[in-house]
């Protein structure tokens, strides 16, 4: 399968902002197990954690149709000719 090169640049972008999101939100969720007094940054970033939910819910649904599109579109079609098949 032959994927032109601004398909697979868009492709690579949404995937490494997805590991950064998932890096995020872990970082966020144990940022308040760290000692405040050794660092207070992991604190701050631990405030963020509302937001890197927030970004985590829409990238899923993102990644989902950009990674299964040709499966999703095919499957349209599909469909359309299972009717003859049990005809």
Known sequence: MNI??????????????DILVAAG??????????DPNKSVWPQIFGMTFPAWIILMLVMVPVSFIIQYHP???????????VPAVFQ
Do not use: K, Q
């Open 25 to 34: 939100l872990l970082l966020s969720a144990y940022g308040g197990a760290i």
């Open 4 to 17: 032109n090169p601004i398909s697979r640049l868009i492709r690579f972008g949404i995937l490494a902002f």
């Open 71 to 81: 499966f999703i579109s095919g499957g349209r079609y599909h469909n359309r000719s």
